[in-house]
């Protein structure tokens, strides 16, 4: 998904003046298999996508932090449509236009600009998708942990000046990350964090008095991952 994109939906949603809402952190938008009639395109902060499992754990899909649509995956035509995901607000608030599903639809069909960035959208999330897959057969739950934290250092890493280290400028729990990894407890997510900092991998930064994750050596992370 290019920028230029993007900044087309954006400006065509504005220039429509399509409202917005604004959720607070840690609130849900909306959950999984809710029916609703409109599409949320996320407009400023940080989402976080899941679903629930049959057996009461969450299954996490991805953080979304840049203007995206959060919830175009079904027929076109239905006026309502199930909701592909939890949504869960990760940043101190967030805003998101919310747009009937099937005037938006008309907007597509009737404008080649946002046609295009529907077929990129779906083209990213068939990308994403398959390399999500490919992590998680192919590593261990270890190769499966350094390539999230990989994943986060690109999305929310901030070179801390004067080092290689890479500060993961982003809050994220044990709980969460096990969500993302498919491994079973936090409680595992925390044994296994305690390693990477024994070996020099890791470290952690309090900031304000929360954790931060901080990567000291990028290479032998990587040399954790199956790729």
């Not at 079904?74 to 998101?96: C, G, K, M, W």
């Not at 990350?177 to 964090?193: D, E, K, P, Q, W």
Request: net charge positive; hydrophobic share 40%; proline share 2%.
């Amino acid at each position: 998904m290019t920028n230029s994109d993007v900044h087309y939906l954006v400006n065509f949603l504005k220039n429509k003046n399509i409202p917005t809402i604004t959720k607070e952190y840690h609130t849900y938008l909306t959950f999984h298999g809710l029916k609703a009639a409109n599409v949320f395109i996320l407009n400023k902060g940080i989402i976080k996508t899941s679903v629930i499992l049959q057996d009461g754990r969450e299954f996490n899909i991805s953080y979304i932090s840049q203007p995206d649509v959060i919830s175009l995956l079904h027929d076109e035509a239905l006026q309502y449509d199930e909701q592909p995901f939890n949504v869960r607000i990760e940043s101190d608030n967030a805003t998101f236009y919310q747009i009937n599903r099937v005037k938006f639809w008309e907007y597509v069909n009737s404008d080649q600009g946002l046609q295009n960035y529907v077929k990129q959208y779906y083209r990213h999330r068939l990308s994403e998708n398959f390399s999500r897959l490919q992590r998680l057969t192919m590593n261990g739950r270890l190769g499966a942990l350094a390539n999230f934290l990989k994943d986060m250092s690109l999305k929310f890493g901030a070179k801390i000046p004067g080092t290689n280290k890479i500060l993961i400028d982003f809050i994220v729990t044990n709980e969460d990350i096990a969500g993302f990894c498919s491994i079973a407890n936090y409680t595992s997510v925390s044994r296994m964090l305690r390693n990477l900092k024994s070996t020099d991998v890791i470290e952690f930064n309090n900031i304000n008095g929360r954790r931060r994750i901080v990567i000291k050596n990028i290479q032998k992370l990587n040399d954790l991952i199956a790729y």
